[in-house]
């Protein structure tokens, strides 16, 4: 069952313009979400996260937005630059556990 | 070492074989975590451990995987009697505390391929 979904295998996004990436999550019980990316051959990184009291977190080019009532998070990514070519996996949590749920990752590709 | 550092990088085992990962996460970092990802699937966790508490089992797939971290450093995963399914990529993680420090940084992985 997975819980954590990224139904967008792919992205492609002309470089400058805004990329959107998307999750949903089933789980009622998530109350803090993240965002990794990850490069080839490399562990994930951690970009940005957001908790379940507020709606919005912003963090230079990235924010990410929580619509609870949807269960669904978005990280927006603006400008969009090469460097931000990579696999993002969302992950949730919830409180008092300490593991994350994944998503299983949108590759994102920013054409020059 | 400035971050997490995992061995082999790369493991090519024979069905039935018994594999050990090793983990080394930043210093002074008392929790670590270990996830993995198969082909097409986002990371799936294993097991934690934070400071000289039991650590979190519920993660792991099969009696055939077990963990330790000694001296609270180092950890070692051990998948005995391997199966094709056990390829993966293994993936380490450390946080400086405990609680909603999720932002713990990872290693490059182990890529286990069973054969």
């Known amino acids: 069952d997975q819980q954590v979904k990224q139904n967008s295998p792919s992205l492609s996004v002309q470089e400058g313009r805004i990329s959107i990436l998307n999750c949903d999550y089933t789980?009622?019980?998530?109350?803090?979400f993240l965002w990794y990316k990850k490069y080839p051959a490399e562990g994930p990184t951690f970009l940005i996260s957001?908790?379940?009291?507020?709606d919005k977190n912003e963090d230079g080019r990235f924010t990410v937005f929580l619509n609870k009532s949807a269960k669904h998070l978005s990280l927006h990514i603006v400008p969009s630059q090469p460097g931000d070519s990579a696999v993002y996996f969302c992950?949730?949590?919830?409180?008092?556990?300490?593991?994350?749920?994944f998503g299983t990752g949108t590759r994102l590709t920013i054409i020059p | 070492g400035a971050g997490v550092s995992q061995s082999p990088s790369n493991k090519v085992t024979e069905k039935g074989k018994d594999v050990e990962l090793r983990c080394d996460p930043i210093s002074g970092h008392t929790a670590l975590y270990w996830y993995r990802q198969s082909l097409g699937q986002g990371l799936e966790f294993l097991i934690y451990f934070q400071g000289n508490s039991a650590p979190d089992k519920s993660g792991l797939p099969s009696d055939r995987f077990s963990a330790e971290r000694t001296g609270g450093s180092v950890s070692t995963l051990t998948i005995q009697r391997t199966q094709q399914e056990d390829s993966a990529v293994y993936l380490c993680a450390s946080s400086p505390r405990q609680g909603r420090s999720y932002g713990y940084t990872f290693g490059s992985g182990t890529r286990l391929t069973v054969v």
């Open positions: 789980n009622s019980m998530f109350d803090y």
């Open positions: 992950a949730a949590a919830n409180f008092g556990n300490e593991k994350l749920t």
């Open positions: 957001i908790s379940s009291i507020k």
